[in-house]
């Protein structure tokens, strides 16, 4: 008997008297908050588009490309609306307190909308 064989585009590898298939998962990468949270959404929500990532392989790959997305459009975002609403290294100098609340609340606007626009889709 042969040690490996080829059917159908999958190659098996003869052990004791049976034949395994050597399959390969593609390389997984380090998924973020907002890969985590669309994959939320999505075993949740969208159970079918869910399934078929997870079958064809592509599922990570996907999420990655959904955190990456996420992040890049969150650091887009807030320096725009800071700029908008006058937040500023003149502030941050006066006023401390008043600067630090208004990041975190121009943060959280950045977020919902990178939520609404990216993740729950």
Do not use: C
Not at 12 to 21: A, N, V
Not at 54 to 60: A, P, V
């Amino acid at each position: 008997m042969e040690k490996y064989i080829e059917q159908n585009g999958i190659t098996y590898e003869l052990r004791g008297e049976q034949y395994y298939p050597l399959l390969e998962l593609p390389e997984q990468k380090e998924i973020g908050k907002y890969g985590r949270l669309h994959l939320k959404y999505l075993k949740e929500h969208r159970k079918g588009r869910y399934t078929n990532l997870l079958s064809e392989g592509t599922l990570n790959q996907r999420l990655y490309e959904i955190d990456v997305e996420a992040k890049t459009m969150v650091e887009t975002i807030i320096p725009r609306l800071a700029a908008e609403r006058g937040i500023d290294e003149n502030l941050k100098a006066r006023d401390m307190l008043r600067w630090g609340a208004e990041m975190n609340n121009i943060k959280a606007s950045a977020e919902e909308i990178v939520l609404r626009e990216v993740i729950f889709v």
